[in-house]
């Protein structure tokens, strides 16, 4: 379709070549390519399918494996490294790294559990499964944060659409493993050892930051991702359903997979769309130089002052101290220095609330394998409850990045309000918990994965309009962090431990031993009652000290939070098109490293970032 836009001859193959390195260098290909990358990077939410393959290969008791499920929160959470790593470095080196932390991780706990090496040590097994999961937040840090980067004026929906995919993974993962591998489920260890290094290592050099002025489609465009994603969902979903009521075979798995594999490869196809859009504008511009004189006199007509150059504003600019000014942090929205923005009162409120609603709904999300199995549910349902809580988490976070963004654009309504109502809703997941009816784990499920989901978008997108986009790597990977803290306190000091204590009073009911090495099972409602009672009260606190921040934020929240990036997008725009070149040298805000803009008549500008800097708007 795009071959017959060119003309036959060599002069043909120069200009589709010429398309093709205009794609792949473009900033629509590099969102395709993190949409993939994030797409495979959430292999922490689908334990529950290999956790039990852990303790009973291992011989670990249900603390252990609680204790080993931490290990994998804080690793998957514990952005600090690759934060700081991005502020000094370009992306492709912190995806590399997360690339060979994601292979040596995972590949050392499936040499563990399928007996190819000595029985590890309960720390050695914690390490290898910290080191892995923590890759996923040098995937999020090396392909959302630089997407957040380059569309900061739709960053709710960056971060909706970003963030859902790594959700729908765990369901994505699945259906791939099932199609390699069958039903061996310490397989699906190995598929998450290689399958995201892999697609990590495939775009190293793609993901970067490219500055440009704000198109007029942009959001349209990420509106199309979005219903494509919504599809592959609504896809996994109806495959969840029918694989419930019948088994297939290898070959049934296989089709399944193949149309998941297109369904994920199709934003390719809007990707080529927009910018054959952009290209054959190029093109006309570059053999039309009338056209090209008069969009570079256009900004001299303009009755609005044209504003500084970026590299003005750069010089004027004096370095902050770094503990000079921690408790003197500027207004909200301007760019926060990383102590000032830990130190502030906005993110301790904001951190306590991520502890008590992340931590409680991830608690849900690591346990359901052990939940279902102590109410009495069959393997293939305990399945099928990931399966669930992988989907309604991507809705949760694309659903409610994309709302989120169309109520504060359209109506001014606060992201943490919003936030709020997420924190109530979820205690209804946990209650059909600790009081179970039959069927009520499905809906439980469906609850807990949709609230778990919901909150991230919310509290990434927070943090980045509170605190500003100057320190985000690091900032946004704090926030992060919050969900390992409240998993090591509900998950570990109270779901394991009351798991371990109804157990061991079970088996002291019936006369039974335990004997030394051996799993502690429990059976009954009674077995999680209390753990998610506690987790309930927990995630109302969570509600309650939400409200503060709403209440602190409200006004900021009224106001235009995003007119310094539409300021700045017109300064580059109206400086590119006064030039009248189709390239122009420009500088970051700071830092002083120059990158190329590459412009047209529409200001349409693609420019890549050769600094390795990501601190900057």
Same mark, same amino acid.
């Given at each position: 379709?795009?071959?017959?836009?060119?003309?036959?001859?060599?002069?043909?193959?120069?200009?589709?070549?010429?398309?093709?390195?205009?794609?792949?260098?473009?900033?629509?290909? =590099?969102?395709?390519?993190?949409?993939?990358?994030?797409?495979?990077?959430?292999?922490?939410?689908?334990?529950?399918?290999? $956790?039990?393959?852990?303790?009973?290969?291992?011989?670990?008791?249900?603390?252990?494996?609680?204790?080993?499920?931490?290990?994998?929160?804080?690793?998957?959470?514990?952005?600090?490294?690759?934060?700081?790593?991005?502020?000094?470095?370009?992306?492709?080196?912190?995806?590399?790294?997360?690339?060979?932390?994601?292979?040596?991780?995972?590949?050392?706990?499936?040499? *563990?559990?399928?007996?190819?090496?000595?029985?590890?040590?309960?720390?050695?097994? @914690?390490?290898?499964?910290?080191?892995?999961?923590?890759?996923?937040?040098?995937?999020?840090?090396?392909?959302?944060?630089? @997407?957040? =980067?380059?569309?900061?004026?739709?960053?709710?929906?960056?971060?909706?659409?970003?963030?859902?995919?790594?959700?729908?993974?765990?369901?994505?993962?699945?259906?791939?493993?099932?199609?390699?591998? #069958?039903?061996?489920?310490?397989?699906?260890?190995?598929?998450?050892?290689?399958?995201?290094?892999?697609?990590?290592? %495939?775009?190293?050099?793609?993901?970067?930051?490219?500055?440009?002025?704000?198109?007029?489609?942009?959001?349209?465009?990420?509106?199309?991702?979005?219903?494509?994603?919504?599809?592959?969902?609504?896809?996994?979903?109806?495959?969840?359903?029918?694989?419930?009521?019948?088994?297939?075979? !290898?070959?049934?798995?296989?089709?399944?997979? +193949?149309?998941? %594999?297109?369904?994920?490869?199709?934003?390719?196809?809007?990707?080529?769309?927009?910018?054959?859009?952009?290209?054959?504008?190029?093109?006309?511009?570059?053999?039309?130089?009338?056209?090209?004189?008069?969009?570079?006199?256009?900004?001299?007509?303009?009755?609005?002052?044209?504003?500084?150059?970026?590299?003005?504003?750069?010089?004027?600019?004096?370095? /902050?101290? +770094?503990?000079?000014?921690?408790?003197?942090?500027?207004?909200?929205?301007?760019?926060?220095?990383?102590?000032?923005?830990?130190?502030?009162? /906005?993110?301790?409120?904001?951190?306590?609330?991520?502890?008590? #609603?992340?931590?409680?709904?991830?608690?849900?999300?690591?346990?359901?394998?052990?939940?279902?199995?102590?109410?009495?549910?069959?393997?293939?349902?305990? $399945?099928?409850?990931?399966?669930?809580?992988?989907?309604?988490?991507?809705?949760? !976070?694309?659903?409610? #990045?994309?709302?989120?963004?169309?109520?504060?654009?359209?109506?001014?309504?606060?992201?943490?309000?919003?936030?709020?109502?997420?924190?109530?809703?979820?205690?209804?997941?946990?209650?059909?918990?600790?009081?179970?009816?039959?069927?009520?784990?499905?809906?439980?499920?469906?609850?807990? #994965?949709?609230?778990?989901?919901?909150?991230?978008?919310?509290?990434?997108?927070?943090?980045?309009?509170?605190?500003?986009?100057?320190?985000?790597?690091?900032?946004?990977?704090?926030?992060?962090?919050?969900?390992?803290?409240?998993?090591?306190?509900?998950?570990?000091? %109270?779901?394991?431990?009351?798991?371990?204590?109804?157990?061991?009073?079970? =088996?002291?009911?019936?006369?039974?031993? !335990?004997?030394?090495?051996?799993?502690?099972?429990?059976?009954?409602?009674? @077995?999680?009652?209390?753990?998610?009672?506690?987790?309930?009260?927990?995630?109302?606190?969570?509600?309650?000290?939400?409200?503060?921040?709403?209440?602190?934020?409200?006004?900021?929240?009224?106001?235009?939070?995003?007119?310094?990036?539409?300021?700045? *997008?017109?300064?580059?725009?109206?400086? =590119?098109?006064?030039?009248?070149?189709?390239?122009?040298?420009?500088?970051?805000?700071?830092?002083?490293?120059?990158?190329?803009?590459?412009?047209?008549?529409?200001?349409?500008?693609?420019?890549?970032?050769?600094?390795?800097?990501?601190?900057?708007?």
């Amino acid at each position: 379709m795009v071959a017959a836009e060119f003309g036959g001859g060599g002069g043909g193959w120069r200009a589709m070549k010429s398309f093709a390195l205009h794609v792949i260098l473009g900033r629509w290909f =590099m969102v395709f390519a993190s949409l993939l990358i994030m797409s495979v990077s959430g292999s922490t939410y689908i334990f529950a399918v290999y $956790s039990n393959d852990i303790k009973s290969s291992l011989g670990y008791d249900q603390t252990s494996l609680n204790l080993i499920s931490f290990f994998k929160d804080t690793g998957g959470n514990l952005g600090i490294i690759s934060g700081l790593i991005n502020e000094i470095s370009p992306p492709w080196v912190v995806l590399l790294v997360g690339a060979i932390l994601n292979l040596f991780g995972y590949l050392m706990i499936w040499l *563990s559990v399928t007996g190819h090496t000595a029985k590890p040590h309960l720390w050695q097994m @914690c390490l290898y499964i910290f080191i892995g999961a923590n890759s996923q937040s040098f995937a999020n840090t090396g392909a959302l944060v630089t @997407c957040v =980067m380059t569309f900061p004026e739709s960053r709710g929906s960056v971060i909706g659409l970003l963030k859902g995919l790594v959700g729908l993974s765990g369901a994505i993962m699945t259906q791939l493993y099932h199609a390699l591998y #069958g039903d061996n489920s310490k397989a699906l260890i190995l598929l998450i050892a290689w399958v995201p290094a892999a697609v990590s290592f %495939v775009f190293l050099r793609t993901v970067r930051i490219i500055k440009t002025a704000r198109q007029s489609n942009e959001l349209k465009v990420f509106y199309n991702f979005l219903y494509i994603s919504l599809g592959l969902a609504g896809f996994l979903m109806t495959l969840i359903i029918i694989q419930n009521k019948l088994r297939f075979n !290898r070959i049934e798995y296989a089709g399944s997979a +193949c149309v998941v %594999v297109i369904l994920l490869f199709l934003p390719l196809v809007i990707v080529m769309k927009v910018e054959s859009k952009l290209w054959r504008r190029k093109e006309h511009l570059i053999n039309d130089p009338v056209q090209v004189k008069v969009v570079a006199e256009k900004p001299q007509v303009l009755e609005q002052p044209v504003l500084p150059p970026i590299e003005a504003q750069s010089s004027e600019r004096k370095p /902050d101290s +770094c503990f000079s000014n921690i408790f003197r942090p500027p207004d909200r929205g301007e760019d926060y220095t990383i102590l000032q923005a830990l130190f502030s009162i /906005d993110m301790l409120i904001l951190f306590i609330a991520t502890t008590c #609603g992340v931590g409680g709904t991830l608690t849900a999300i690591d346990n359901l394998g052990q939940i279902g199995k102590s109410l009495g549910y069959p393997a293939r349902s305990i $399945s099928t409850f990931v399966s669930l809580v992988s989907i309604w988490n991507y809705l949760g !976070r694309a659903l409610t #990045g994309f709302a989120s963004e169309f109520f504060l654009v359209k109506y001014k309504f606060p992201r943490p309000l919003l936030l709020t109502f997420v924190l109530l809703f979820s205690c209804v997941g946990h209650l059909l918990i600790a009081f179970p009816v039959p069927y009520s784990l499905y809906f439980a499920s469906v609850i807990i #994965g949709f609230c778990f989901g919901a909150q991230w978008p919310l509290i990434f997108a927070i943090i980045s309009e509170v605190f500003g986009l100057k320190y985000y790597s690091t900032l946004y990977n704090f926030g992060a962090f919050a969900s390992p803290v409240g998993n090591y306190i509900l998950n570990v000091r %109270v779901a394991g431990s009351l798991y371990d204590k109804e157990a061991l009073k079970q =088996m002291e009911a019936l006369g039974v031993k !335990r004997e030394d090495g051996k799993e502690l099972i429990c059976t009954g409602a009674h @077995c999680y009652r209390m753990v998610f009672i506690i987790i309930t009260a927990a995630a109302l606190f969570g509600f309650l000290v939400s409200i503060l921040l709403v209440l602190r934020t409200t006004k900021f929240y009224k106001g235009d939070i995003y007119k310094k990036f539409r300021k700045e *997008s017109e300064a580059a725009a109206s400086e =590119m098109a006064s030039k009248g070149n189709d390239i122009v040298p420009m500088r970051e805000r700071e830092g002083g490293a120059s990158f190329v803009a590459s412009t047209n008549a529409s200001s349409f500008s693609t420019t890549t970032n050769t600094n390795t800097n990501t601190n900057h708007h």
